[in-house]
C-alpha cells in the first residue's frame, strides 16, 4: 500500500453518515416535470436546440455545449417541452437562469442508444468524443466538464479517484462505491486510457470500511486477472478528516505533493476524477447513455427517509422532498451540499443539477445555531485548522478593514472556503463569509482597474494618433515643398538666364527701401534731437533714482551699496556722454539754449528795469535823473529785443525749424 | 416553516471563547493553592477583590462605550486579567494596589485601546507594570514562607495596612532579589549566610511546578499551542545554562531560573495570550524566544528582580513586526516537495 501524507490543519465535525447510508439506493419516481438549466456546470452555458412543443425522447440531447469548457444537455426523460424560460436555480442567492422546462409523459421512452461492446478497440479521440457528448460533468460539486481534464497538455503519472467524501452528513459516494464498484472500476480503466494509463490511487477515508472492502475486492479480482495488461489501480484508505475529499487536499494525503498556488493538478502530472464522474465515463461508454440521472442523498433529521436516491437531473427539491418523506415543518433551513460548504435555499422548486450531491433538511437544533459573533481574540485556532495554511485571523482583520491588498498578500486567493476556520472559531465569527465578501471585492476592483487601464491605452493611442496626424500633415507638406523646389529647380535648369523672380522682387523691394531712407534723411534732426534729449533725460533720471538708491544703501550699510556705487559711476559716465552728444548736435545744427535763455534773461532784466524806472518816475522828485536812467534802459530793453529777436530768426532759419514748419 | 439563508458551514464545534477563558481559570487554581500554601492567605483575598473589581469596571466601561454587557462579561476575559494580575501581586498588597493596577489593565490598557480582541498590550502586565514603577515598595512585600498569619490578621492589613508590630518583620525578600542583591557576595556565600534563599527557592519552585501543571492541562486541551511557551522556557534556559557554566558564583543555574520568580505563571498563562501574542505558530517561537531572552537579560543586569512584566510588555511591541516576516507558506507556495513516483 502507497505511503499516506498527511495534509496541515483540518477538522473533526460529527459525521452523521449513517443517517442516510443504511438504505440501497433507491430510484426515484418520474416527476411530472423536470426543470433544466443551461448552465449546470462551470464554463459556457449550453445553448437550447429544442422549442416548447417539441416532443423529447429520454437520452435526446435538447442543448448544446458551446465552446470548450460547456457541456451538453439530455433530456433525462421523455416528454414535452413546455418551455424555455427564467427558472430560480439553485443558487444561494435565488439566482435565476434560463431552463428547459420538461413535462415528462411517464413513458420514460429512450432514444436509439449505441452502447459499445469493446471500449478496448476504441481509440482516444472517439472515446473523448463520447464523454464530451454525454455531458459528463464534475459529479463532486464543482461541476467541471470532465472532458477537459481528461485531455490535459502535461503527461500525467496520477489518475487520483476521489472518494473520500470528507463533507458530514453526505453518503452518495458512498453509496454508490458499494454498489456501483465495477462501473466505477470501468470508468477508471477508461480515463487511464485516456490519460496514458498512469497508475491509479482511490482515496477513501476510514470512516466507509463497506465500501472499502468492495471496492478492495473488484480491485483485488482485477489484478488478478490482469494485472500485465492494465496500470494499477489502488484502494488508499485515508484518515477521517475535513476536508480530505478537497481535491488539492486528497492529491497531498495521496501524493505528498502540493498543486502550486495558481495552478492545476495536471501541472504535477495528477488528474483528479470523482467517483460518480468515473462511473458516468462508464455508462456513457458501455450503455450509451448520457448524464441525466444522478445520486443524492437526502438527509438531516427532518427526513423521515433519510437516504440516496438515484434522481432525473432536473427533479424539482421538492419532488425529491417530498418523496424522501421531509417533514418541512420541522426545518428552517434546507441546505443544498454538506453542512459545511453548503448553501441554503429558499425556494424548493428550484431543480436537483449534475452537481447537486445533498439535500441536507437538518432539525434546529441539529445545525449551528444562528449566534451572535463575537470579538476575536486572535486564539489561532482557525490557524490550526486551515488546510491551506493562511491565517484567517489575520485575513479576517484584513476583510473586516477592507485592507483587500494586504489580504491578497496572506494568500486570500488561496481560501477553499472549507469552512474548517468558521467551525473552530471560539467566538463565533462567519470567517468564510468575510473571505467570500473580500474576494469579491477585490475581484471587482481588479475588474475596475481592468476598465481604468482599457481607458488609459485607448485615451493614449488617441494622443499618439493625433500626433501621429500631426506629423503626417508636417511631413507631407515638406514633400510638397520639396517637390515645388525640385520643380523650380527644374525649370531653372532648363532656362538658366531667366531671373529668379522671387530674388528679383527682393532686388526691388530693397532698392525702393534704400531710396526711401535717402529721402528722408534730411527730415530726421528733429527726432534725433528728439531722441537725443529724451536718452540724455533718462540717463539723468536714471542717474538720480540710482543715486538716491546709493545713499539709502549707504545709510543702511546695505551690501549692495558697492555694486550701485558702480552703476552711479556707470550712469555718471553715460549721463556725461549723453549731455556731450547732445550738446554736440546742438552745435552742430547752431542750437544754443543757453544762448537763447541768456538773451531771455537779458531781455526781461531790461524790461523790468524798464518798468521800475517809470513807475519810479511818476513818484520821483527829480524827474530829469530818472529820465536819463529810463532813455538808457529802453535802448537796452531794445537791444535785448532785438538780440533774441536775431537769435530767434537764426533758429528758424536751421534745418530744424525748416522741418518743423 | 420559512427557510433562512446563511452562508456556510452550518456546523459548529461549538467551542466558545468563554470555555477557553475558563480553562485558562480552572488551569491557575494548582499554582494558586501552592501560592497560598506558602505565602498565606494575601492571594486569595487579592484574587477576589480583583475579580470583583475587574467585573465591575468591565461593565462600567462596556455600558460607557454603548456595548452589550452581559455576553462581553460572561466572556470571562475580564476576570482572566483580573486572576493574572492578583496572582502576580505579592501577598501583602492593600487593597487600593489592587485597585489601581485592575482598573489601568482593564480601563486603559484593554478598552481604551477598543476590548477584548484589540489590546496590543497585556492588560495583566500593563496593569502590573504601572504598580512595580510607581509603588515600588508596595511591590516587594512577599510574606516569609515560614511566617503564618491568621485569615483575620492578613484582612486586616489588606484593607487597613497595619499589623501586629512592623510590617518588615512578616516581610521577606523573595529568592530572585536575594539573588540579585548579593552585596557582592557569590552565590554560594549569600546560600550559605542567608537561609531565605533556600526556603524561598523550595517555596517557589513548588509554585512553578504547579503552574507547570495548570500548563500542561491547557496545552493537552488544545488552549494555545506548545510554541510560545516552549520557546520561553529554552530562551530563558538556554541564556542561563550558558552564563551559569561559565560564572557560577555569579549566575543562577537555569533550573533556578525556570524554578523561580514568575517563570511559569508567565510561560502558559500570560507569554500565551493569544491577543498580544505573534499569530502565526512560527513568530509565537520568535515570540516566546524574545520574553526568555529580555527576561535573562533583565533578571541579571536590570534594577528590577523579576523582568516578566516588560520582558513581555517589549515583546508585545514587536508582536506585528514579528508577524510581519513569519507568515506561513500557504499550500501550494512551497518548493516542489520530493516526487512520490518511486514510493509505490
Known sequence: MSKIWDFHGGVHPVENKAQSNQMPIVTMAIPKQLILPLNQHIGKPAKAIVEPGDYVLKGQLIACAQGFVSANIHAPSSGQVSAIELRTLPHQSALTGTCIVIDTDGKDQWIALSPTLEPESLSNSDLLHIIQAAGITGMGGAGFPSVVKLQPKAKIHTLVINGAECEPYITSDDRLMREYADEMIKGIQLAQKLLGQPRCLIGIEDNKPEAIAVLTQVVGLLSKNSASTHPSIEVCVIPTKYPSGGEKQLIEILTGQQVPHGGIPADIGIVCQNVGTVKAISDAVMLGQPLINRITTVTGKAAANAGNYEVLIGTKVSDLLAFANVDMTKTSRLVMGGPMMGFTIQDTHTPIIKSSNCLLAAEDLELAPVANHHSCIRCGLCEVACPAQLLPQQLFWFAKAEEFEKAQDHNLSDCIECGACAWVCPSQIPLVQYYRFAKGRVKDLANEAHIAELSRVRFESREQRLIDDKLAKEEKRKNRAATAAAAQAEKRAANPNAQDPIAAAMARVNAQKQAKAMDAEPKSHTQKYKELKTAAAITRTKLNKTSKALANALAKDHELAQGLQTTVSELTEKAMHAQAALQAYEAKLGLDPEKEKTLQVDVAKANAMVRKLEKALATAEEPKDVEAELVKARSSQTKATDALTNHQANLKASPISAQES | MALITLSSPHHHSLSKTSRIMALVLLATLPGLAVQSYFYGYGTLINLVWASALALAFEALILRLRGRPVAPYLLDGSA???????????????????????????????????????????????????????????????????????????????????????????????????????????????????????????????????????GGIALLVTKVFTWHAPVAMLVGLGFCAALFHMGEPDLYPSASQHLLTGATMLSAFFIVTDPVSGATSRKGKLVFGLGVGILVFIIRSYGSYPDAFAFAILLMNLSAPLIDTYTKPKAYGHKPKAPSSQGSN
Open chain 2, 79 to 213: 476576570l482572566v486579567t483580573a486572576f493574572l494580575l492578583a496572582l502576580a501581586l505579592p501577598p501583602f498588597s492593600p487593597w487600593w494596589l489592587t485597585l489601581v493596577g485592575v482598573s489601568f489593565s482593564i480601563v486603559f490598557a484593554k478598552h481604551l485601546y477598543g476590548g477584548l480582541g484589540s489590546n496590543p498590550f497585556n492588560p495583566a502586565m500593563v496593569g502590573y507594570a504601572l504598580l512595580l514603577i510607581a509603588f515600588p515598595v508596595s511591590m516587594t512585600q512577599w510574606a516569609g514562607t515560614e511566617i503564618t498569619l491568621t485569615f483575620g490578621q492578613q484582612w486586616h492589613w489588606f484593607w487597613l495596612e497595619s499589623i501586629n508590630g512592623d510590617i518588615d518583620a512578616y516581610t521577606r525578600a523573595t529568592a530572585l532579589d536575594i539573588m540579585r542583591h548579593t552585596k557582592g557576595l557569590t552565590l554560594s556565600e549569600v546560600a550559605n549566610s542567608n537561609p531565605d534563599l533556600a526556603l524561598g527557592l523550595t517555596a517557589s519552585m513548588w509554585v512553578n511546578l504547579a503552574y507547570l501543571l
